[in-house]
Structures are given as C-alpha cells and as structure tokens.
C-alpha cells in the first residue's frame, strides 16, 4: 500500500530533551517536507526536502533540523524542544514533475506535547 | 503576499445543505490551487484542485469556483452528507516549486 509513516504517533516530553520524529515514504517520491498544525494558524511548512541530499528551510524553521540522506526518509529532529513546539506534526511527500501541481500525500501526523 | 485567507472558521450545515468555504490570496503567480479534507486523527487528503485557466471544476458533489480577477476561490459542497464533516483546508501554490500554502481551515459539520 502507497503511503507515508510517521512514528511515534504521540510523544511527551520534557523540555530540552532531544527527539526524532520519523518520515517514510514508499512511493519513490522526490519532495518531502514537514509541517505543523496549530489551532487557527493552518499548516504551516517546516522544512522540505527536493531530493536526497537537498533541504531547505520553510517558513517556520527555528528549533527544527531535518536530514535526507536516503530517499524514502525524512526524520524530523528537535534537539532542544520547548512547549512552544507542542503541536501536532505532519510529514508529505510528493513526485517533482514537469508542469508541477502533484498531490501531497500526508502522513497520519504526530502529536507532540513538550512539558 | 504569501498569505492564504480563509473562511469561515467553522460551519454548520443540515443534510442536503450546501456548505460554502472561501479562500482569497494575493500573490498572482500562484497557480495551482487544491482543496484538502482531514477526517479527525488523519492527515489531510486532496479533495479537488483548479488552475487559473479554468473558472470552475466539479467532481462529484465538490466544485471549485475560481474567481481570477478578484484573487478568490471557493468550494461547494453539493448535498452534504454526515460523512462530508471535516476540517477543509484551501492551500495555493506555484506548480514550479512543489510548495503548499495553506489557509487556515474551516471546521464542517453536517447534522443528520
């Protein structure tokens, strides 16, 4: 089955206590990026990724690292996480095609809670 | 010029009602404009999506209304269902960059 993993699903934690969260992706997507998810603010974009090897940051990058070293993962890393990181986390990933438009498909999200 | 303005926030409809959300945008070079539904505990899932070439698209009981001159969009929902509450987000996007900007949700509900 096409689709995209996050794990863990929930994680509490404690201030500056660093964590991972997982992305992987089956469908030999190319672009990959992380969001997050906040009450009246939307989804907003994290970081992205247009291939192996290849991030960039998007519009609310403080806090956050990612990696792409393969290209069916993207782990998302908070290496000192503080309570204005609760929120609950998703992972996308899209083809790159001539034309654009492609459909990003999410993951089942993640929700974090920093105490 | 990045931002995505949607409304309403939330809405409430009856079976068979035809809820309305309304996106606008400012940015003229977006082109590609999808819709997303997200069922409670899933990740969002694209419903529908225009490009500017065109000033409406139906599929099934959803319709995209694009209005290019005035920078807005919208999404019909044709005889509701029970089924059809969910969070809807209208995003817009330059197809070059494969990047989503999204609004910032309209929460249905459909009463039996």
């Known amino acids: 089955e096409a689709q995209v993993t996050q794990n863990p699903r929930y994680l509490i934690t404690v201030t500056g206590k660093k964590l991972t969260v997982t992305c992987s992706q089956n469908?030999?997507?190319?672009?990959m990026s992380w969001y997050r998810q906040d009450p009246g603010l939307g989804l907003r974009q994290i970081y992205y990724?247009?291939?192996?090897?290849?991030?960039d940051k998007g519009d609310v990058p403080e806090g956050y690292k990612v990696s792409r070293k393969e290209k069916r993962n993207f782990p998302l890393i908070l290496e000192s996480p503080s309570p204005n990181q609760t929120s609950l986390y998703f992972c996308?990933?899209?083809?790159?095609?001539?034309?654009?438009?492609?459909?990003?498909?999410f993951g089942p999200g993640t929700r974090l809670l920093v105490l | 010029q990045q931002q995505v303005k949607q409304s309403p926030q939330s809405l409430i409809v009856q079976k068979g009602g035809i809820p309305i959300i309304n996106c606008a945008y400012e940015?003229?070079?977006?082109?590609?404009f999808p819709w997303y539904q997200q069922f409670p505990g899933k990740g969002p899932a694209l419903l529908i999506a225009?490009?500017?070439?065109?000033s409406e698209k139906k599929e099934g009981r959803f319709t995209i209304s694009f209005n290019k001159s005035a920078k807005q969009f919208s999404l019909h929902i044709m005889d509701s269902q029970p089924g059809d509450s969910a969070t809807y987000f209208c995003?817009?996007?330059?197809?070059?960059?494969?990047?989503?900007?999204f609004g910032t949700g309209t929460l249905l509900a459909v009463q039996p």
């Open positions: 990724s247009m291939n192996v090897e290849v991030t």
């Open positions: 469908m030999n997507h190319e672009y």
């Open positions: 225009i490009r500017p070439d065109v």
């Open positions: 995003a817009a996007s330059r197809r070059v960059t494969n990047k989503l900007i």
């Open positions: 996308a990933s899209s083809p790159v095609r001539t034309g654009g438009g492609q459909t990003q498909y």
């Open positions: 940015n003229t070079a977006f082109d590609y």
